[in-house]
């Protein structure tokens, strides 16, 4: 439901980030976000059918601390180039990784 | 009923907004909004004026950049009610006295400050503002004290004087004299031993990088000098000065100072950051010099500012730039200078080291016309002066400037710098710039490092990463694990179980293996068996982190002694030594995972086959983030355990009043808690035992190298002699509130008199810290 939604991301340590080039690896996003906390793992979006990545993944960290600061000082600026999204996400899902074929 | 609790709710909301949002950006003058609110309050005291009184005792400690607002407003309430003022005082006081004896300095700074204003606005009696700052000063004579406990009081004192100095001048100045006096002489008789640990450059070329209560101390003369006279705080009240005058004014209750005691945390000292001076401002508005009290006072304000918005960049950002005075300084300047000075501070930053970098990007987006050129002059003063630059803040430069330049297509004049190609590559410069492309390379890849930087500077580049797999390499067939190696890697593509590639592996013969006794680990085969898994797991990090996972139960069962985890770190080091981050993210892993100790790692790090890696940054990143593992699960067990302790004390408290225990909350047994204590101590002897490895194999290997130097007469003071001995001050510093807990055992067992002057220098200036 929908309050139920919106307890689960106040307490959300995921992040979606969006916006990412398809050439973005997971070293490079590891980088970046590491240094807003320690990250617990980071899953790449990847493309249905040739299961490439497709400008999207999930960041988990240990803390919710740690994501806000990644909410504050990540978002929107670049990486690759790119300025790149950061927002609260539930929690990552088996599945939830592909994105649109 | 219910509407009318709504509409007391509706105007509370009001009277916050009104009372929080006064000094901003307005249509209508500063005092005109000021004499309004002052009014509406006036009205609404008889109702609200527990919750008026609660929402100005938030503004004070919540937005002290708007302090003289504040006091202004105060003081007019006052002159219109003279109860209300009086209630504000004792509130205030009560939470000054209350913040001292818990220890929060930073809100009692301000609420010292605050009282001192209000002085000016005719709302307290100066002569009983001297009289706190007397009792302030009197610390100063106490016996067995810290010194950071009296430096917190004097420098309590000195902060608040460019607001009312003027006035206990004019009001009372024999006293004042006095005061000052024994403040000279307080300043006078500091020990100082603290401050090169603190300090970001060595040298004071060319700028004076002075101990922080010297530099207001000088500052706070040169005021006096010139008659308590500064140009720079905001004075609303001076407006109001008939009305306030009237006023009858309230006399502040004794305020001493609580006792000193040893849980006691006092702020720790400072050394403040100078970058420029008025020559590096090329035109415009002067930049104060160092000793004008308007620096420190727009530093503070600056200073107040980001404390106030750090949370929300862009928010700080257009804060900072819409800085009252901005037409009458070099803000830009002045702004870049704050920023460094906190992203530099020793032991560390006040904020997140991203936050500088992602704020510094706020600002050149902002300000595009003339940010990033300051910025620009910063960095190449920054760079200049790195030979005399403290490692700490070399690394955390090299760590802003590379995230700066992935924000920027990574543009940069590099040309200007390329005389650092041609120069012994373990200097500063050199190292700084290697360690910059490695970092960039971290956020881009390889390729577009090499595409960026000139032709010149491709001797610093580091080479592509690459996993290293020895038994596919030419040669292979001569190495005695190379088949097993191979049947291994065919097993484990075809997905076999963890028990089937033990199997694989038993037979490799253990080159310890002697007639007489049997090894205690194997090798071989943690070689066969772990770069064959990290190769195969090489394409990714998730693919590392997958085949970890699924053969954790052989790898821990190869790594049983702290030997075979050395054994294992060499072997991932021997896979991946061009690739930093792959190493940093796999340790990071193996000691999650528990598969190595963080003592095995720091042993590692500091063993001979490290040596050639010893002044990269990352093999610092991994120490300290071994540290920062072990600590992080110290505290964890510390907390479970007492957590637990407690409840158990609780439940039998409640017992033993004869009440039932609810069923339903779990009560640990007596044995669960001993359990979890005996557990805790394990660990922290661990901790402590890290603690003493990290430490004597540094004074192991300085001494050596000093000993080597004087019995070859050469010069000790070498490229890797400053590496080296600032990474032992780094290990102190960065993890000052652990290694203080231990600072009797390595005073005892390691740092004692009959080692080398210069490591002991480095183990004083650390203990002098809080002293």
């Not at chain 2, 403290?390 to 700066?404: K, M």
């Not at chain 2, 030594?577 to 790090?605: F, G, R, Y």
Request: net charge negative; hydrophobic share 40%.
């Amino acid at each position: 439901s929908r309050t139920e939604q919106e307890r689960l991301l106040l307490q959300s340590c995921t992040l979606y980030i969006g916006n990412l080039t398809f050439f973005t690896t997971e070293e490079q996003i590891h980088e970046l976000f590491s240094r807003c906390g320690d990250i617990k793992r980071i899953v790449m979006g990847l493309d249905k059918v040739k299961k490439t990545p497709c400008g999207f993944c999930f960041v988990e960290y240990y803390a919710r601390e740690e994501a806000e600061n990644a909410m504050r000082y990540v978002n929107g600026t670049r990486l690759d180039d790119r300025i790149i999204r950061t927002d609260w996400d539930t929690g990552f899902k088996e599945g939830r990784q592909y994105g649109r074929g | 009923k219910h509407r009318r609790v709504s509409e007391n709710i509706d105007i509370e909301d009001r009277l916050e907004s009104l009372i929080t949002r006064v000094g901003e950006k307005s249509t209508s003058s500063l005092e005109s909004n000021l004499e309004g609110l002052a009014s509406v309050l006036e009205a609404d005291l008889p109702n609200y004026k527990q919750k008026i009184l609660k929402i100005l005792l938030e503004c004070v400690i919540k937005l002290p950049e708007k302090l003289t607002v504040y006091t202004t407003l105060v003081g007019l309430l006052n002159a219109k009610n003279y109860n209300c003022g009086g209630e504000f005082v004792e509130l205030l006081v009560r939470h000054l006295k209350e913040a001292l004896k818990t220890g929060e300095y930073e809100s009692a700074l301000t609420m010292v400050r605050f009282l001192a204003d209000l002085v000016n606005c005719h709302v307290i009696v100066a002569g009983s503002l001297l009289a706190m700052f007397d009792n302030f000063i009197e610390v100063t004579l106490e016996d067995s004290i810290p010194q950071v406990r009296s430096d917190w009081y004097v420098y309590a004192v000195l902060s608040a004087l460019p607001w009312v100095g003027r006035e206990l001048y004019e009001k009372k100045e024999t006293e004042f004299n006095k005061m000052h006096l024994s403040i000279d002489s307080y300043i006078s008789k500091r020990q100082k031993i603290h401050a090169p640990a603190l300090r970001v450059w060595t040298t004071d070329h060319p700028h004076p990088q002075e101990e922080y209560l010297d530099c207001l101390w000088a500052q706070i003369v040169n005021l006096k000098n010139n008659k308590w006279q500064e140009k720079h705080i905001l004075r609303p009240y001076l407006a109001f000065d008939g009305v306030l005058c009237e006023a009858l004014q309230h006399a502040l209750p004794q305020i001493i100072p609580p006792s000193h005691n040893e849980e006691t945390n006092y702020p720790l000292p400072r050394v403040i950051f100078r970058m420029f001076d008025y020559t590096d401002v090329p035109e415009g508005p002067v930049l104060p010099g160092s000793h004008a009290i308007e620096r420190y006072l727009i530093e503070d304000h600056l200073n107040r500012i980001i404390h106030s918005t750090y949370l929300e960049r862009k928010d700080c950002a257009a804060a900072l730039l819409s800085f009252p005075s901005k037409n009458k300084i070099p803000l830009n300047y002045m702004i870049v200078e704050v920023m460094f000075g906190q992203l530099f501070q020793l032991p560390e930053p006040p904020y997140l080291e991203i936050f500088y970098g992602s704020e510094l990007i706020e600002l050149c987006k902002l300000q595009p016309g003339s940010m990033p050129q300051v910025l620009a002059q910063a960095t190449e003063m920054l760079y200049e002066r790195l030979d005399t630059m403290n490692v700490s803040c070399i690394e955390r430069f090299a760590n802003w400037f590379s995230y700066h330049l992935s924000n920027f297509q990574f543009r940069w004049s590099w040309e200007d710098w390329s005389a650092c190609t041609l120069v012994d590559r373990e200097l500063p410069k050199p190292k700084f710039v290697q360690e910059v492309f490695i970092k960039c390379m971290r956020l881009s890849y390889h390729q577009r490092i090499k595409d960026t930087v000139p032709e010149s500077f491709t001797s610093l580049i580091p080479e592509k990463p690459n996993a290293y797999f020895k038994y596919e390499m030419e040669g292979a067939g001569s190495l005695p694990g190379t088949m097993i190696a191979h049947q291994l890697m065919q097993a484990i593509k075809s997905k076999c179980t963890p028990e089937e590639a033990v199997a694989i592996i038993k037979d490799l013969p253990n080159p310890l293996s002697d007639d007489d006794n049997e090894p205690n680990y194997h090798p071989l085969r943690i070689d066969v068996f772990t770069s064959t898994l990290l190769y195969l797991g090489s394409k990714s990090f998730s693919h590392s982190f997958a085949a970890i996972a699924k053969f954790h139960f052989v790898l821990k069962m190869l790594s049983d002694s702290e030997e075979a985890q050395i054994h294992l770190l060499r072997t991932l080091f021997e896979v991946w030594k061009t690739h930093e981050q792959m190493m940093v993210v796999l340790i990071d892993k193996l000691l999650k995972t528990q598969i190595v100790d963080c003592s095995a790692v720091a042993s590692w790090l500091f063993s001979n086959e490290m040596s050639t890696e010893f002044t990269k940054f990352y093999v610092w990143e991994i120490m300290h983030s071994t540290i920062k593992k072990m600590s992080k699960h110290v505290e964890k067990l510390q907390k479970e355990a007492e957590e637990a302790r407690d409840r158990l004390e609780a439940a039998r408290r409640r017992m033993a009043d004869g009440l039932d225990y609810d069923e339903d909350e779990e009560m640990p047994s007596e044995e669960k808690v001993e359990r979890m204590e005996e557990k805790l101590e394990i660990v922290q002897n661990q901790q402590k035992r890290l603690f003493l490895i990290i430490f004597q194999r540094f004074i192991m290997i300085l001494t050596d190298h000093l000993s080597r130097c004087e019995s070859k007469g050469h010069d000790y003071n070498t490229p890797w002699y400053k590496w080296v001995i600032e990474r032992l001050q780094q290990a102190f510093l960065l993890h000052h509130e652990l290694v203080f807990k231990y600072i009797q055992t390595l005073e005892s067992l390691l740092f004692t008199s009959d080692i080398d002057f210069h490591i002991l220098e480095i183990f004083q200036q650390f203990c002098a810290l809080r002293s």
